[in-house]
C-alpha cells in the first residue's frame, strides 16, 4: 500500500480510539475498595496490583519494538487488545491476589504497554514535522480514557458489582482497542534521490546506548515520572495532613490532576513544536521544583495546595508528551519504538521509586525534598544537553529508502 492511498488522518483517529482503550487501566483505584471488601483483602495488598501493572506496562516496552517488526504494527495492536482485554474478563472470575497480580497485573500491564509504546511511535512517523503535537493528540487521549472511564468503570461496580464490571470493562476495551487497530497502517518507505551524505542518522538501540545523552534523557525521564506518579498516588492525603484540608475537599486534588494533566499534554506538545522542547521540559522542571517544595516548605492553605498539585501534574502530562518527540529528535524515527523503550523505562522505575524514598526518608517532605533537588539537577541538564553529533554516511545503493 503506498502513502496516497492511507488518509492519515484516519490513522490519528485509529490511534485516539486504541489510545483512549489503553488509558482506563489508570481507573483501577476505583476497583481497590470493592476488591477487598468482596474478599476480605487487605487494601493496600490489593493496590499493589496496579504496581505491578505498572512496572509490566513500561517493561514491555522493551519488546515491543521487535514484536512490532515481527507481527507489523495492526496485527500487534489487534493481538494486544485481545490480550489486554481477556487479561481484565478473566480478572471477573479471579478469586485469590496472586491470581489478580498475574492477570490484570502482568498480563494487563505487558499488554498495555505494547499498545501503547508502538501506536504512540507509529502515528509520531506519520507527523515528523509535528512531533510534539502528534504526540499530545495521542498521549491525551490516553488521559481522556482515564477520565471518561471514571465515570463508567464507577457506574457498573455500582450497579453490577466489581467482578461483573470487569467482565464488561474488559469485552468494552477489547472492541475498542482492536476496531482501532483496523485504522492503524504503518508509513510507508517511498524512494528517495541518491543522496552523497546522510547528514541525520537513524540510531540503533547499540548506538544509542553508546551515547551519553540517552543516560542523560533517562535521568530526566524518571525525574519526571517520580514527580508526577507520586503526587498522584498520594494527593489527596497531602491535602488532609499538610494542607489540614477534610477529605471530600482533598478529594477534589484527583479530579483536578486529571484534567490539567490532559491540558498539559495538548499545550506543552504544541508548543514543543514551536519554541523547542528542551525549553519546554526545562521549564516545567523549574515549575515541579518549585512546586514541590513549597508542598515541603511553605504554610499549605487550600489555594497553595491546588495550584501546586494543579502545576506538577500540568508539567507531567507536558512531559510525558515532549520526550517521545526528543527520542525521535535525539536518535531518528526509524528505530523510535525501541529506542523509547529504552527511556521509558524511566516511568516504571518512577512510578516505584517515590514511595520507596517516602518508607526510607520518613513521610511526604523528605521525598519533596529529593524530587525538586532531581528536578533542578535536570534543568541543568536540559540547558546544556544536545542531540548528539550527526554521522555522515555514504549510500550503499541508488536510490535509497527513507521512512517519512
Same mark, same amino acid.
Given at each position: 500500500?503506498?502513502?496516497?492511498?492511507?488518509?492519515?488522518?484516519? #490513522?490519528?483517529?485509529?490511534?485516539?480510539?486504541?489510545?483512549?482503550? @489503553?488509558?482506563?487501566?489508570?481507573?483501577?483505584?476505583?476497583?481497590?475498595?470493592?476488591?477487598?471488601?468482596?474478599?476480605?483483602? &487487605?487494601?493496600?495488598?490489593? $493496590?499493589?496490583?496496579?504496581?505491578?501493572?505498572?512496572?509490566?506496562?513500561?517493561?514491555?516496552?522493551?519488546?515491543?519494538?521487535?514484536?512490532? *517488526?515481527?507481527?507489523?504494527?495492526?496485527?500487534?495492536?489487534?493481538?494486544?487488545?485481545?490480550?489486554?482485554?481477556?487479561?481484565? +474478563?478473566?480478572?471477573?472470575?479471579?478469586?485469590?491476589?496472586?491470581?489478580?497480580?498475574?492477570?490484570?497485573?502482568?498480563?494487563?500491564?505487558?499488554?498495555?504497554?505494547?499498545?501503547?509504546? =508502538?501506536?504512540?511511535?507509529?502515528?509520531?512517523?506519520? !507527523?515528523?514535522?509535528?512531533?510534539?503535537?502528534?504526540?499530545?493528540?495521542?498521549?491525551?487521549?490516553?488521559?481522556?480514557?482515564?477520565?471518561?472511564?471514571?465515570?463508567?468503570?464507577?457506574?457498573?461496580?455500582?450497579?453490577?458489582?466489581?467482578?461483573?464490571?470487569?467482565?464488561?470493562?474488559?469485552?468494552? #476495551?477489547?472492541?475498542?482497542?482492536?476496531?482501532?487497530?483496523?485504522?492503524?497502517?504503518?508509513?510507508?518507505?517511498?524512494?528517495?534521490?541518491?543522496?552523497?551524505?546522510?547528514?541525520?542518522? &537513524?540510531?540503533?538501540?547499540?548506538?544509542?546506548?553508546?551515547?551519553?545523552?540517552?543516560?542523560?534523557?533517562?535521568?530526566?525521564?524518571?525525574?519526571?515520572?517520580?514527580?508526577?506518579?507520586?503526587?498522584?498516588?498520594?494527593?489527596?492525603?497531602?491535602?488532609?495532613?499538610? $494542607?489540614?484540608?477534610?477529605?471530600?475537599?482533598?478529594?477534589?486534588?484527583?479530579?483536578? +490532576? $486529571? /484534567?490539567?494533566?490532559?491540558?498539559?499534554?495538548? +499545550?506543552?506538545?504544541?508548543?514543543? &513544536?514551536?519554541?523547542?522542547?528542551?525549553?519546554? #521540559?526545562? !521549564?516545567?522542571?523549574?515549575?515541579?521544583? #518549585?512546586?514541590?517544595?513549597? @508542598?515541603?516548605?511553605? *504554610?499549605?492553605?487550600?489555594? /497553595?495546595?491546588?495550584?501546586?498539585?494543579?502545576?506538577?501534574?500540568?508539567?507531567?502530562?507536558?512531559?510525558? =508528551?515532549?520526550?517521545?518527540?526528543?527520542?525521535? &529528535?535525539?536518535?531518528?524515527?526509524?528505530?523510535?519504538?525501541?529506542?523509547?523503550?529504552?527511556?521509558?523505562?524511566?516511568?516504571?522505575?518512577?512510578?516505584?521509586?517515590?514511595?520507596?524514598?517516602?518508607? @526510607?526518608?520518613?513521610? !511526604?517532605?523528605?521525598?519533596?525534598?529529593?524530587?525538586? =533537588?532531581?528536578?533542578?539537577?535536570?534543568? /541543568?541538564?536540559?540547558?546544556?544537553?544536545?542531540?548528539?553529533?550527526?554521522?555522515?554516511?555514504?549510500?550503499?545503493?541508488?536510490?535509497?529508502?527513507?521512512?517519512?
Amino acid at each position: 500500500m503506498n502513502a496516497k492511498s492511507i488518509n492519515p488522518w484516519l #490513522v490519528i483517529a485509529g490511534t485516539i480510539i486504541v489510545q483512549m482503550g @489503553l488509558g482506563t487501566i489508570y481507573t483501577w483505584s476505583l476497583f481497590n475498595q470493592p476488591l477487598g471488601s468482596k474478599f476480605d483483602w &487487605d487494601l493496600s495488598s490489593v $493496590a499493589i496490583t496496579f504496581s505491578i501493572t505498572s512496572f509490566s506496562l513500561a517493561l514491555s516496552a522493551l519488546f515491543a519494538g521487535k514484536l512490532q *517488526e515481527k507481527l507489523g504494527i495492526r496485527k500487534l495492536i489487534t493481538l494486544a487488545g485481545i490480550a489486554l482485554g481477556s487479561g481484565l +474478563i478473566l480478572s471477573s472470575k479471579a478469586s485469590s491476589l496472586p491470581m489478580l497480580y498475574l492477570l490484570a497485573g502482568v498480563v494487563v500491564g505487558f499488554a498495555d504497554g505494547t499498545a501503547y509504546i =508502538t501506536s504512540l511511535s507509529n502515528i509520531i512517523k506519520w !507527523f515528523p514535522e509535528r512531533k510534539g503535537l502528534i504526540s499530545g493528540i495521542s498521549v491525551s487521549a490516553y488521559g481522556m480514557g482515564s477520565l471518561i472511564f471514571k465515570y463508567i468503570n464507577g457506574e457498573m461496580i455500582e450497579t453490577a458489582g466489581v467482578s461483573k464490571a470487569f467482565l464488561f470493562w474488559g469485552i468494552i #476495551v477489547m472492541i475498542m482497542v482492536v476496531l482501532g487497530a483496523r485504522l492503524l497502517h504503518e508509513v510507508p518507505l517511498i524512494e528517495k534521490e541518491f543522496q552523497t551524505t546522510q547528514l541525520k542518522s &537513524d540510531y540503533t538501540v547499540g548506538e544509542m546506548l553508546r551515547t551519553k545523552e540517552v543516560y542523560l534523557l533517562f535521568l530526566m525521564f524518571f525525574t519526571a515520572c517520580m514527580s508526577g506518579l507520586y503526587l498522584i498516588s498520594i494527593a489527596k492525603d497531602i491535602g488532609v495532613e499538610l $494542607a489540614g484540608l477534610n477529605v471530600t475537599t482533598a478529594a477534589n486534588a484527583v479530579a483536578m +490532576i $486529571a /484534567i490539567f494533566n490532559t491540558v498539559g499534554r495538548i +499545550i506543552l506538545g504544541a508548543l514543543s &513544536d514551536k519554541v523547542g522542547r528542551l525549553k519546554v #521540559v526545562g !521549564f516545567t522542571f523549574i515549575v515541579t521544583a #518549585v512546586s514541590v517544595l513549597a @508542598l515541603s516548605f511553605a *504554610e499549605l492553605n487550600y489555594f /497553595i495546595f491546588f495550584i501546586c498539585v494543579a502545576s506538577i501534574a500540568f508539567c507531567f502530562g507536558g512531559n510525558i =508528551t515532549v520526550f517521545p518527540a526528543i527520542v525521535g &529528535d535525539f536518535f531518528g524515527m526509524k528505530n523510535h519504538s525501541k529506542n523509547y523503550g529504552i527511556v521509558y523505562q524511566g516511568f516504571g522505575l518512577g512510578a516505584l521509586s517515590g514511595s520507596f524514598i517516602a518508607a @526510607l526518608a520518613g513521610g !511526604f517532605k523528605p521525598t519533596f525534598v529529593v524530587i525538586g =533537588t532531581l528536578c533542578i539537577i535536570s534543568v /541543568i541538564i536540559a540547558l546544556l544537553i544536545k542531540p548528539p553529533s550527526k554521522r555522515e554516511r555514504m549510500p550503499r545503493g541508488n536510490p535509497q529508502t527513507r521512512l517519512v
